[in-house]
């Protein structure tokens, strides 16, 4: 997009950003993953030791920060969005068992991915200083909506877990979830 950008003009407005959380998501990601074990008292995989860090955002944060890039944003500039909210997998872990009430004992430690980054960084200073973008939700908020939201809606979390969600993607899109 950048190349586009210098070499033909184009009106590009690149933005790239943390991970993700909130309702909706699919239960392979780790805090919905993390919620339905714990929901179901099945142990909880966390990789290697634990310590690798990510920048959480909300993600209706997210979303508006994506709609403010689009509607004031400096063509050719990269926003970083996130939500200087830096927080180890281990300690996701046990403030969503935490807010449930779960122990700490259905953690796992698993062997972790090859290549797996220790730490992702995003440094939101230029969408912050430009467009005045800041999130709205804290960690604490936006999990505590985030788990809210997957108690109350069971129904789809089974359908998601038991293959329906998958049996749905192919019928709807003649291909199964995640084949190219």
Not at 68 to 79: D, E, L, P, S, W
Not at 93 to 119: E, N, Q, T
Not at 142 to 157: D, F, H, M
Not at 162 to 177: D, L
């Amino acid at each position: 997009m950048r190349a586009a950008h210098h070499t033909f003009g184009l009106n590009a407005l690149i933005t790239r950003s943390g991970n993700n959380f909130g309702p909706r998501q699919f239960p392979e990601k780790f805090i919905p993953l993390l919620l339905v074990n714990a929901l179901n008292d099945e142990p909880i995989p966390v990789y290697g030791d634990g310590l690798n860090v990510r920048d959480w955002i909300y993600v209706d944060d997210h979303c508006r920060a994506i709609l403010q890039v689009m509607q004031k944003g400096r063509a050719g500039a990269i926003y970083n969005i996130g939500a200087r909210n830096e927080r180890r997998n281990i300690d996701v872990a046990r403030s969503v068992l935490a807010i449930l009430d779960k122990p700490d004992s259905l953690i796992r430690f698993v062997k972790d991915r090859p290549g797996h980054d220790r730490r992702y960084a995003i440094d939101p200073a230029l969408i912050e200083s430009e467009l005045g973008w800041r999130p709205r939700e804290t960690w604490e908020s936006g999990l505590r909506k985030t788990i809210e939201w997957y108690k109350g809606n069971e129904a789809w979390l089974e359908r998601v877990r038991n293959g329906a969600y998958r049996e749905f993607y192919a019928r709807q899109y003649g291909t199964e979830v995640g084949a190219a």
